[in-house]
């Protein structure tokens, strides 16, 4: 099965956070601190990790940042653990990368679902190869994004997004069925992110011709600028 690293200094939560992800069927590895993380990181890379944003030795933020900027490690999914519960703080996240967050208290249930969606997500991602709209470019492959030729940086959410959007241009997509594709779940509080990463999506194309409406208490849809 998948290895996953847990990163996160409470010894109660790690321990709560791995026997629940042992007993899904991952491999497991936990680290209490960066510098671990680091060195352990640099030998194997993971399918996915789980990273506290408070670390007595790093940020969470600043972690990703860091694997962000590594080639190695630039599209390995990181779901944030934050006991921070201000929308601020979760867009600070999402802006520096981070594909997910959890909020302190958080179901067993909530993490292993949203751990198997995020690792399906990634699965699938050969499916399609190349989508183009207007002067978007996907290319599947590369996992990359290029807006009038130019690279455009996207977090793995994102750019799953911005797939399903382009894959149904001209087509209204509802929150229901966003939710359901590109975060496999319906829970109620993933509303909230989804507009964050419309938000944070249509920052990142705005030079190009294409842009998402939104379509009032319905979804959004991507379309050619008047």
């Known amino acids: ?3 996953i690293y847990v990163v996160e200094d409470d010894s109660n939560i790690r321990e709560i956070e791995s026997f629940a992800l042992k007993n899904s069927g991952y491999t497991v590895v936990e680290f209490e601190c960066a510098k671990d993380f680091y060195k352990k990181i640099a030998e194997r890379i993971p399918k996915l990790i789980l990273l ?3 670390l007595p030795d790093d940020d969470g933020l600043n ?11 630039k599209r390995v999914p990181v779901i944030l653990v934050t006991a921070k ?10 802006d520096v990368g981070a ?11 909530e993490l292993i679902a949203r751990v198997k969606a995020i690792l399906r997500r990634s ?5 399609k190869k190349l989508i183009s709209f207007e002067d978007i470019f996907i290319d599947g492959d590369k996992h990359m994004v290029y807006v009038n030729d130019k690279p455009c940086e996207l977090t793995y959410k994102e750019f799953e997004l911005l797939k399903l959007l382009i894959n ?3 087509i209204v997509m509802t929150r229901d069925v966003i939710m359901e594709r590109v975060w496999d779940t319906d829970f109620e509080g993933e509303s909230r992110t989804l507009d ?4 944070n999506l249509r920052q990142k194309i705005k030079e190009s011709k294409v842009t998402i409406k939104t379509v009032r208490n319905v979804g959004y849809l991507v379309e050619k600028e008047d």
Not at 196 to 199: G, P, R, S, V
Request: proline residues 4%; charged residues 35%.
């Open 168 to 170: 149904n241009a001209g």
């Open 196 to 199: 964050m990463h419309i938000k």
């Open 1 to 3: 099965m998948a290895l």
């Open 52 to 54: 506290d944003i408070m």
């Open 63 to 73: 972690i990703v940042r860091k694997l962000r900027s590594n080639p190695e490690t």
């Open 123 to 127: 699965e699938d991602l050969e499916e």
């Open 85 to 94: 519960t201000t929308e601020i703080d979760k867009v600070k996240g999402l």
């Open 99 to 109: 594909d997910d967050y959890l909020t302190k208290p958080f179901g067993i249930m």
